[in-house]
């Protein structure tokens, strides 16, 4: 513990209010409330800790904290924290999944469509659905069912959905707002638990067309409602009250919780949710967090009633959603949140192995690493490649990993620009010098360690920018490889020496699944470049054709090749000049085939 924190530890307030834990970086990483921040606070740097926990307070170079009047206010104020922050640590929270929703939009001649978003524009959402295939599902039924036009345009003819009697076709037919309004209506009523009459209406309509003999119609409402009872009928567990509920039941063991919620409509237990997240607070204070980032961060619609397990401070929830929050003490209530919670345990449980084995590939890796080479644990890994083909559109590239696991947002691409032909250590010196330049003059958070693709003169070539030009003091590594192109070995220090790492373990798997990240993503943007560049000196230095006959040259020909065989009658029927078509067909038809370069022979 530095002593910035003991001093601030000494002077903490024993009151209800928000804390923002810091890395060296001054990014927040964690994000917490309590009741009491003196003895929350505290906590994180007396007494033994979980290894999860264990890794966040390493990361703590300082904290903050904002008082708060109640705890209300405290549970209001993390959520915003969090939202505005996104730290790492608050993995629960950064649950940005959104379920599709049933809309019936409020246009003139209204559609039923699918959607994410919830506005308020007059239209009519059904949901959510969590389960992405149950609400396609519905919805092609209710397609079939009632002929709700389809497109997002109107257009100026019926279509094949107006023909198979899927559509009232609007777009030329007279189509009244009484008719769509029954529609809706019909709708509206089979979504909102009315299935089981329209069900009852195809069965009288089956069993009339069986009797006349139709049986292709019976057949059609015979699938029907087979199709009806697999999406609205399957689920047994039920209310009898029939009223709209979220039942929520949680687990937590080894600094891990799981909340199950299972979604009552219409009495009817029809799908459940499950999240899975570390956490570093008290468990019941961490559940009603989540509970509140379910319906205010994450938009999930409020039911009529919502059921918590018992010790959960469900007066506070009352106040923050507004809504009726109830602990059932008997029941069939009680038994569907037992439910939940042993849902929890069981799910809880089963996560462990897998997230043991993840780890054991990622944050163990990372701390194997830096006990291997003596440095604290390099949470954040910076890596870079070169790649160019006898010093031709040379090019570089930096992939991130944080703990372990490769951050794609942070990736960088890099034309080189001062660098005359094939030299290695003056790509590295320039790549890294702009890199780091940006880094000192932006802010951002700098590497705990940098590793290089190469051996000892692109380290030597790093080190000097980094140490000499820009007064930075990074541990380094380099990346040999084998004959095969495989990781063969890592170096480290001055002078670099290997780092004697078991080749089956995960420090070594880890190093070598960088370096083949970083070298995949420069061949890449190489191929990229190299393709784009090769291209321009085809077509685009020829006198005479600018973009536009550039255009329509490929837009007629289709290839080069078409455009060799073309005769000069070809390109003027195009307009294009018979000077310029001559010019075309002589450059062309003297450049390589395979190689889209001029055809040079050896002298």
């Known amino acids: 513990m530095n002593k910035r924190i003991q001093e601030k530890l000494a002077v903490l307030p024993d009151q209800p209010g928000c804390y923002l834990m810091k890395n060296k970086q001054g990014e927040v990483i964690y994000v917490g409330k309590s009741k009491a921040l003196k003895n929350r606070v505290r906590s994180y740097f007396t007494g033994a800790h979980d290894a999860k926990t264990t890794r966040l307070v390493q990361e703590i170079d300082f904290f903050d904290y904002i008082v708060t009047s109640s705890e209300m206010e405290a549970l209001i104020l993390e959520m915003n924290l969090i939202k505005k922050y996104d730290p790492k640590y608050n993995i629960l929270l950064r649950d940005d999944k959104s379920y599709p929703y049933i809309k019936i939009t409020a246009e003139k001649h209204p559609r039923l469509i699918i959607t994410r978003k919830v506005k308020r524009d007059k239209g009519k959402y059904f ?149 899975i997240f570390p956490f570093f607070d ?92 003596h440095i604290e644990t390099p949470h954040r890994i910076e890596a870079f490649d070169n790649s160019n083909i006898q010093g031709t559109d040379p090019v570089s590239a930096m992939v991130v990993f944080i703990d372990g696991r490769p951050n794609k947002k942070e990736y960088r691409k890099y034309k080189i620009r001062d660098v005359v032909g094939p030299d290695d250590y003056e790509t590295m010196r320039e790549v890294i010098r702009r890199r780091y330049k940006r880094v000192l003059k932006e802010g951002l958070p700098l590497p705990d360690l940098i590793l290089v693709d190469g051996g000892k003169g692109q380290m030597s070539a790093a080190l000097e920018v980094l140490e000499d030009e820009l007064g930075l003091d990074i541990p380094l590594c380099g990346l040999a490889k084998d004959d095969k192109h495989r990781t063969s070995e890592l170096l480290y220090g001055v002078p670099p020496q290997m780092v004697p790492l078991d080749r089956k373990s995960q420090p070594f798997y880890l190093i070598q699944r960088i370096q083949d990240e970083v070298h995949r993503f420069a061949i890449s943007f190489h191929r990229q470049v190299r393709g784009k560049n090769t291209f321009k000196s085809i077509l685009d230095d020829i006198e005479g054709v600018g973009t536009k006959r550039k255009r329509l040259l490929l837009r007629h020909f289709k290839s080069l090749d078409d455009i060799k065989k073309a005769s000069i009658n070809d390109f003027q029927q195009l307009g294009i000049p018979q000077p310029v078509a001559e010019n075309i067909l002589s450059v062309l038809n003297g450049v390589d085939d395979e190689t889209g370069n001029p055809n040079q022979t050896d002298e």
């Not at 295939?133 to 002929?147: F, I, M, N, Q």
């Not at 039920?238 to 979604?263: H, P, S």
């Open 127 to 275: 949901g959510p659905y969590p389960n992405v295939y149950a609400a396609r599902e519905t919805k092609k039924l209710l397609d079939r069912l009632y002929p709700l036009r389809k497109c997002n345009t109107m257009p100026d003819r019926v279509c094949l959905y107006y023909h198979i009697h899927q559509c009232l076709g609007p777009c030329e037919h007279h189509v009244t707002q009484e008719t769509n309004d029954e529609i809706v209506q019909n709708i509206t009523k089979f979504l909102s638990g009315g299935h089981k009459e329209i069900k009852k209406d195809l069965q009288s309509k089956m069993e009339q067309a069986a009797e006349t003999l139709d049986f292709e119609r019976a057949k059609e409402y015979r699938d029907l409602i087979q199709h009806i009872e697999s999406i609205m009928e399957k689920q047994k567990m039920t209310l009898n009250d029939e009223i709209d509920r979220d039942i929520f039941g949680y687990a937590y063991d080894k600094g891990w919780m799981c909340v199950q919620v299972f979604f009552i409509r219409q009495g009817k237990l029809i799908e459940r949710d499950v999240s």
């Open 282 to 373: 008290d468990p019941d204070e961490t559940f009603l967090t989540f509970i509140g980032r379910f319906y205010i961060h994450q938009n999930h619609p409020k039911p009529k009633e919502i059921l918590v397990p018992l010790a959960t401070n469900k007066d506070l929830l009352n106040e923050l959603l507004n809504t009726p929050v109830k602990i059932p003490m008997r029941g069939r209530k009680k038994e569907l949140v037992e439910l939940a919670k042993k849902n929890a345990k069981i799910a809880l449980k089963e996560k462990f192995s897998i997230i043991e084995q993840d780890e054991e590939r990622t944050i163990k890796a990372v701390e194997g690493l830096g006990e291997a080479l």
